[in-house]
């Protein structure tokens, strides 16, 4: 039986501000990204998303990002490997601790916005991102986008990892997601989104944004939480993937 995880990213509300659906969600997903308090989230929100994930049962993965609250992380900075490498540490740190506290282990780490897509193609941030994770500690599984320089340099650190793809993400032709800025980043309707993540995990396989198929491994799914319909369309995703006989639960 195939079998597929499905990731969303949580805990990303902050002081007074509130975003995504995380309760609603959590029942629906196999595991969860956390946000670690640089692009989102602060330390009682981390603590709440946790404890919500252990009485769910769902596989608990650190969420860190760039140190951009007013840009939520999806703006790309001049870092150096160093500065990711402390940055990664940092922000692990963080929730371990509230993990501890908990009685529960980490499972997994999924970098942030604009530090992925940089660690994407950028195989020295890729290389700080792994180190970091295998320091801190090196049974944690880390997610990146299919075919990556990330994922890659995972592998070559000697860490797990899980090639993810995105449920309602358009592609590019080498294998990227297209950038947030430009048109048509976003698929238009569930139902297309729906048909993609299907043929990325039973056939293996995604169409890009010009019309042409490429081959796309898929260990792990990204569902959005902060989407308007987020709550309907993942229950249209699992759906699916149940229908299709394939089997959801993390790595």
Same mark, same amino acid.
């Given at each position: 039986m195939a079998q597929i995880d499905l990731n969303c990213d949580m805990g990303?509300?902050?002081?007074?501000?509130?975003?995504? /659906?995380? #309760?609603? $969600?959590?029942? =629906?997903?196999? !595991?969860?990204?956390? @946000?670690? *308090?640089?692009? &989102? +989230?602060?330390?009682?929100?981390?603590?709440?998303?946790?404890?919500?994930?252990?009485?769910?049962?769902v596989a608990i993965g650190a969420h860190p990002g760039l140190p951009d609250l007013a840009g939520f992380g999806r703006r790309n900075m001049l870092v150096s490997p160093q500065e990711v490498y402390d940055l990664m540490v940092y922000q692990l740190g963080a929730l371990q601790g509230f993990a501890t506290v908990s009685g529960v282990a980490l499972h997994h780490v999924k970098p942030h916005g604009a530090l992925y897509n940089?660690?994407?193609?950028?195989?020295?941030?890729?290389?700080?991102?792994?180190?970091?994770?295998?320091?801190?500690? /090196?049974? #944690?599984? $880390?997610?990146? =986008?299919?075919? !990556?320089?990330?994922? @890659?340099? *995972?592998?070559? &650190? +000697?860490?797990?990892?899980?090639?993810?793809?995105?449920?309602?993400?358009?592609?590019q032709s080498d294998g990227s997601l297209t950038p947030r800025s430009q048109p048509n980043a976003l698929l238009q309707s569930d139902e297309e989104a729906v048909q993609q993540v299907v043929s990325m995990v039973i056939e293996q396989r995604v169409k890009t944004a010009t019309g042409a198929w490429i081959d796309v491994a898929a260990d792990t799914i990204c569902i959005h939480g902060d989407g308007t319909h987020a709550v309907s369309f993942a229950s249209k995703v699992r759906e699916a993937l149940l229908q299709a006989g394939v089997e959801i639960r993390a790595g």
């Open positions: 990303e509300s902050f002081g007074v501000y509130s975003l995504g /659906a995380d #309760l609603q $969600l959590m029942p =629906l997903v196999s !595991s969860v990204n956390i @946000a670690c *308090g640089f692009h &989102a +989230g602060d330390p009682s929100v981390m603590r709440k998303t946790l404890e919500a994930a252990v009485v769910h049962g940089m660690a994407a193609k950028d195989p020295a941030l890729a290389r700080a991102i792994a180190c970091a994770v295998r320091d801190v500690d /090196a049974s #944690l599984l $880390l997610y990146g =986008l299919a075919g !990556s320089a990330l994922v @890659a340099e *995972g592998k070559a &650190a +000697g860490l797990r990892v899980a090639s993810e793809v995105f449920a309602d993400r358009s592609y």
